[in-house]
């Protein structure tokens, strides 16, 4: 008897919404003005769904009247703010594509995200810690110190006109540090000679598949590519995940996620604005305090977060202190959850129906959520089952075929989530989704009989070590089993013998100490001996990027040069 293929199409519980952005708001809107839509901490300002509505309009004018429309693409280089979520809607209501790019981003990362996606209009922040976007942005475009603006001329950006700067601490009074940049009250006037009904009428003209959102992958190897998502994609994944999470607008969602990533555009700000919840920013980047401050102060019913977070938030010194009872539910994704790491959260931060999500850039991003109603064992050791309305399939890495439940093998989707496709890159498109709309997500998986599906690792992560599939994703549960160990990563690195030998990467908790021998020792006991880790590190922290993922690449290139018998160099910032 054949055994049941791992393939599921899941609908037919809620139709897909069929509005744009822009729409689905101003319903939400007129149903609850009163509830609050936003609170920044950091900047210690409040806005109802009718003020939101005021100051998105008014920005959204001021676009037109300085020339914007539809499929113009306007970026924006900033923390976390309510100006990042002003433009976001803004551009929405005007059918303008934003393009977001990555706070944590260095001049050579933001001449590419600029040319690569042909930006016309950007608003950026003076500074993000030690990075200065104005010294950054002038030596990039010169012609900032001397074109008068509010139009420029840029040599090597053609496309872009206008740069528009604003400090979040008083935006309608920023300085303007060079005679070519805009300010955020000049481009709210621009929009004073607009017709009333001029911003209704461009509206209007939107339809639901126009692109509206250009976002980076998050570059763990090379040059990130850019994906473009329409008001469908993304609209219907908020609303879909809003859904599972219970989500409604008596809700209030703690974002410590940076806005800039779909997690935090997506998943945070647009799936609170499509039941008309709260979005809570405690702080500008992440800062484990002060997401523990903000919580307990507004009474979030919710937090998002990468794992990482959570363990930052579980281990800062002052934890025990503040009062998280009010916390109900949230979604951690972004990177592997490991089991003991989900528990405390359920047990120690109150978040009892806390959800393991899954997806990726390319698919809006959701795919997978676990639902408060599952076991513990689907809860803790599964992604969930995909979205309504969405397809997925597990295929042989060898000759494309659909595999039989249980048998690993390469994630792959279909459905209304799927990107429009990488901007500017037909070829990088039609190796992501292959010819029957299936994408691709370079992740290694098994989906059970009833559709859960559980992440096993990265396909390009496997380790093949004397002809063993070995998946890091299993020796990183066991390792942060024990109980000395606040994080780890697994990743292989080139050997002569057997081809790729084991290395892992370990941060104890403080005050902690272990020995390789001893860790060794406890893996040889819970596992098969070829799996255990011929090299073991212990580090302080991990490479990652600006949103918590681990960069194994960067550890990989670390452990090679000491086997080389180069220097060793395990120490990296949190952020790139």
């Not at 001449?111 to 976007?133: E, H, M, N, T, W």
């Not at 109150?350 to 959701?366: K, M, N, V």
């Not at 697994?490 to 081809?499: A, E, K, L, R, W």
């Not at 790729?500 to 006991?525: K, P, Q, T, Y």
């Amino acid at each position: 008897m054949n055994k049941q293929p791992s393939y599921l199409h899941r609908g037919g519980e809620a139709p897909l919404l069929g509005a744009t952005i822009p729409q689905h708001f101003a319903a939400v809107r007129a149903r609850y003005p009163n509830n609050e839509a936003v609170v920044s901490l950091p900047q210690q300002r409040r806005l109802t769904y009718g003020q939101l509505a005021m100051e998105v309009d008014r920005l959204a004018r001021g676009l037109l009247g300085l020339g914007f429309a539809k499929g113009d693409r306007i970026g924006i280089w900033s923390t976390n703010n309510i100006e990042w979520l002003l433009v976001q809607m803004a551009t929405a209501r005007i059918g303008a594509v934003l393009v977001n790019i990555n706070p944590a981003y260095r001049q050579r990362e933001l001449a590419y995200a600029l040319k690569k996606s042909q930006v016309q209009g950007l608003f950026l922040i003076p500074a993000f810690r030690k990075s200065d976007y104005v010294a950054m942005l002038l030596e990039l475009v010169p012609e900032l110190r001397s074109d008068p603006g509010p139009e420029i001329h840029a040599a090597e950006f053609p496309d872009l006109r206008l740069v528009v700067i604003y400090d979040p601490a008083d935006p309608e009074h920023s300085g303007r540090p060079a005679p070519g940049f805009s300010l955020w009250q000049e481009v709210l006037t621009a929009g004073g000679g607009l017709p009333f009904d001029g911003l209704d009428a461009a509206t209007a003209k939107l339809d639901r598949d126009d692109p509206i959102n250009i976002q980076y992958t998050s570059g763990t190897t090379g040059f990130p590519k850019a994906v473009v998502l329409t008001h469908h994609n993304i609209l219907n994944n908020a609303w879909f995940t809003a859904q599972a999470m219970g989500f409604g607008a008596a809700d209030r969602l703690c974002v410590p996620v940076p806005f800039y990533h779909c997690f935090g555009m997506v998943l945070a700000n647009l799936l609170c604005l499509s039941v008309g919840a709260s979005i809570v920013i405690p702080c500008d980047h992440f800062d484990p305090g002060l997401v523990l401050q903000g919580i307990e102060q507004e009474g979030c019913t919710a937090v998002h977060g990468v794992p990482t977070m959570f363990i930052a938030e579980l281990e800062h010194s002052g934890f025990a202190a503040f009062d998280l009872s009010s916390l109900r539910t949230g979604i951690m994704a972004g990177a592997p959850c490991p089991v003991a790491l989900m528990r405390r959260v359920m047990e120690e931060m109150h978040c009892r129906e806390i959800l393991i999500g899954y997806g990726q850039t390319e698919a809006s991003p959701i795919t997978h959520l676990t639902h408060a109603e599952d076991d513990l064992h689907r809860r803790t050791e599964t992604v969930g089952i995909n979205l309504p309305h969405q397809e997925v399939k597990v295929i042989s890495t060898g000759d494309g075929h659909t595999v039989p439940v249980g048998e690993v093998g390469e994630v792959c989707f279909r459905g209304y989530h799927l990107m429009r496709g990488y901007y500017g890159d037909a070829e990088a498109t039609r190796k992501a989704i292959d010819e029957q709309g299936w994408l691709h997500s370079g992740d290694l998986g098994c989906m059970e009989s009833d559709g859960y599906l559980r992440i096993t690792g990265r396909l390009k992560d496997m380790i093949i070590r004397g002809g063993e599939n070995i998946y890091p994703r299993e020796i990183e549960e066991l390792i942060f089993s024990h109980p000395q160990v606040a994080e780890a990563a697994v990743f292989g690195v080139p050997d002569d013998y057997y081809g790729e030998e084991i290395a892992a990467w370990v941060r104890l908790h403080a005050g902690e100490s272990m020995s390789e021998v001893a860790l060794r020792d406890f893996l040889r006991a819970n596992m098969a001996h070829f799996k255990v880790p011929r090299y073991i590190r212990f580090v302080e922290e991990f490479p990652m990027t600006v949103t918590g993922k681990l960069q194994k690449f960067r550890m990989r290139e670390a452990m090679e040069r000491e086997l080389r018998g180069d220097i060793r160099l395990f120490h990296f910032p949190h952020h790139p």
